[in-house]
C-alpha cells in the first residue's frame, strides 16, 4: 500500500503563493493516480487536483484551474502543488491521496497539511 505525507501548510496572505507537498513510498506507482483534495471549515471535501504518476497528466477542479498547478518528481517520489493567487476561501486543511487508475476509491490518504489564508 502506498504510504503518504503531506508538508507545506502554512499562514499567508491573500494574493500570496504557497507549495505544498505529499511524499509518496511503499511500491510502484506505476498506474498510479495522485489526487489533492481538500477540507474548509463546514464544508465537505473538495476535489483541487490530480495527476497520473506515469504520463504526468493533471486535472483540476473548477475553482483552482489557472492559479494551481499540480506535478510530480519522479525521482524523489514527491507530487506537489504550487498554488498562486491565494483566496481567503483557499483555507482548508489539504490531503493527499492514491488510487490505482481503473479503481474508483483511493486506497491511501495523508494525514492532511493546513492552508491558512488570511485576508
Known amino acids: 500500500q502506498v504510504q503518504l505525507v503531506e508538508s507545506g501548510g502554512d499562514l499567508v496572505h491573500a494574493g500570496d503563493s504557497l507549495r505544498i507537498a505529499c511524499a509518496a513510498s511503499g511500491r510502484s506507482f506505476s498506474g498510479y493516480v495522485f489526487s489533492w483534495f481538500r477540507r474548509a471549515p463546514d464544508k465537505g471535501r473538495e476535489f483541487v487536483a490530480s495527476?497520473?504518476?506515469?504520463?504526468?497528466?493533471?486535472s483540476y477542479g473548477d475553482s483552482v484551474k489557472g492559479r494551481f498547478t499540480i506535478s510530480r518528481d519522479n525521482a524523489k517520489n514527491v507530487i506537489y502543488l504550487h498554488m498562486s493567487d491565494l483566496h481567503v476561501e483557499d483555507t482548508a486543511v489539504y490531503y493527499c491521496?492514491?488510487?490505482?487508475?481503473?479503481?474508483?476509491?483511493?486506497?491511501?490518504w495523508g494525514q492532511g497539511t493546513q492552508v491558512t489564508v488570511s485576508s
Open positions: 495527476i497520473k504518476w506515469t504520463s504526468g497528466t493533471p
Open positions: 491521496a492514491a488510487k490505482r487508475t481503473a479503481y474508483r476509491d483511493y486506497e491511501s
